[in-house]
């Protein structure tokens, strides 16, 4: 069974960093691309970024582009989001997602962990 933990979010003033961590078990990723959402209220979730596990390639939303890195941990079996030059508009719950390559729609999800950029 697959399970995404994230883990990482809390409270962080304007301009601050924080590192998202996403604990992956229950299968081999290597042909998975993991990817990491938002969602703030009364919005819909977003796409924030995205990596191949084996490759190494990654995608970012124009929002977080300079300012965020996603990168992988082969031997913890982890994603990571560093999250710098954090701003108000940043705060939302963050969620890990992962789906095969060949498929298009991410088909697991984690439970989220909450970010706040206070001003």
């Known amino acids: 069974q697959v399970q995404l933990v994230e883990s990482g979010g809390g409270l962080v003033q304007a301009g601050g960093s924080l590192r998202l961590s996403c604990a992956a078990s229950g299968r081999t990723f290597s042909n998975y691309r993991m990817g990491w959402f938002r969602q703030a209220p009364g919005q819909e979730r977003e796409f924030v970024a995205a990596?191949?596990?084996?490759?190494?390639?990654?995608s970012y939303a124009d929002s977080v582009k300079g300012r965020f890195t996603i990168s992988r941990d082969n031997a913890e079996n982890t994603v990571y989001l560093q999250m710098n030059s954090l701003k108000p508009e940043d705060t939302a719950v963050y969620y890990c997602?992962?789906?095969?390559?060949?498929?298009?729609?991410?088909?697991?999800w984690g439970q989220g962990t909450q970010v706040t950029v206070s001003s």
């Open positions: 990596i191949n596990w084996s490759s190494g390639r990654t």
């Open positions: 997602a992962a789906r095969p390559i060949l498929v298009a729609d991410y088909n697991y």
